[in-house]
């Protein structure tokens, strides 16, 4: 089997590279989180009033 020449590998890796980061590019800007509803009521406390 033929040995591969260090350009070979050289270009071989920055091929894989530019892959890897437009797959992962591609997969942060294709994400779109949820919104998240603001619940007032049921995060209201409860006033207490203490009578020492």
Do not use: A, E, K, V
């Given at each position: 089997?033929?040995?591969?020449?260090?350009?070979?590998?050289?270009?071989?890796?920055?091929?894989?590279?530019?892959?890897?980061?437009?797959?992962?590019?591609?997969?942060?800007f294709t994400y779109k989180p949820n919104k998240i509803k603001s619940i007032s009521m049921k995060n209201k406390k409860k006033e207490l009033n203490w009578k020492w």
């Open positions: 089997m033929p040995q591969m020449s260090p350009m070979m590998w050289f270009s071989l890796f920055i091929i894989f590279s530019i892959t890897m980061m437009m797959f992962n590019q591609l997969n942060f």
